[in-house]
């Protein structure tokens, strides 16, 4: 994602704790008491400006999300759009996905989302990518047990490496699509990445997997 740094990102958060949650170990083990129903919690890892996270929210009020990102001056775009147009079934968090077992306690989650994450296609970044082994653990430590993995992406290099590492782990696969556009896909909600990709044609792969 093209980063526009904006000056006071910093401060706009802070002015919106009810939503844009500041102290997130704090609520470790304790998720739920931040929404209003006590309902499963979703989460999506890099929400970008949030297009997906708040659709998906607004056909789902019967399940809580928590959407992280980890640049201040993309989810202030994101939290601007929550603002215009409130949900009480979201929570913001802006945090890096390196930090999530301080954040959620094992079984927290429900299901985790992993849209269009960045691909890091040279070797020795191997380990930024979202899907190596050592987030894999990560997500190990905040899902229920058996609970799912949504990962969609545009970059066959990435997903081929999702693949092998996901086979690796030994993880079982609910869904794979080469072309997650020329299947079945009502029930999918595009972010404004697939849109982009989607537009030029582009084939969208898609896995659903657990541990
Ligand atoms: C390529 S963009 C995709 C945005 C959105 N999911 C979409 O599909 O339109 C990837 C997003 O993930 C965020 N991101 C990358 N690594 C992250 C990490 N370790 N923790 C949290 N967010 C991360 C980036 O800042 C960026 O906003």
New binding site residues.
């Given amino acids: 994602?093209r980063l526009r740094k904006v000056r006071d990102a910093g401060e706009r958060l802070a002015q919106h704790p009810d939503v844009m949650i500041s102290d997130p170990e704090t609520h470790r083990g304790r998720w739920r008491d931040l929404f209003a129903q006590d309902a499963p919690i979703q989460l999506e890892?890099?929400?970008?400006k949030g297009?997906?996270l708040f659709e998906t929210a607004k056909r789902h009020p019967e399940i809580n999300f928590v959407g992280?990102?980890?640049?201040d001056s993309?989810i202030v775009r994101a939290l601007e759009k929550l603002l215009s147009e409130p949900l009480s079934n979201v929570r913001l968090v802006h945090?890096?996905?390196?930090d999530l077992p301080n954040v959620f306690a094992f079984g927290e989650i429900d299901l985790l989302y992993l849209?269009?994450?960045?691909p890091w296609p040279k070797t020795h970044h191997a380990k930024r990518r979202?899907t190596s082994p050592l987030f894999l653990t990560r997500y190990e430590a905040v899902l229920r047990p058996h609970a799912g993995i949504l990962y969609k992406t545009d970059d066959f290099a990435f997903f081929a490496y999702t693949m092998r590492t996901l086979v690796d782990a030994g993880c079982t696969f609910d869904r794979i699509s080469l072309d997650l556009h020329a299947e079945r896909h009502e029930d999918n909600v595009e972010?404004?990445?697939?849109s982009r990709f989607v537009g030029r044609g582009q084939p969208i792969y898609h896995i659903a997997f657990h541990f």
Avoid: C, H, Q
């Avoid at 849209?115 to 960045?118: A, I």
């Fill in positions: 994602m890892i890099g929400i970008g297009r997906f992280i990102e980890k640049y993309v945090m890096d996905a390196e849209n269009f994450s960045d979202l972010t404004e990445f697939e």
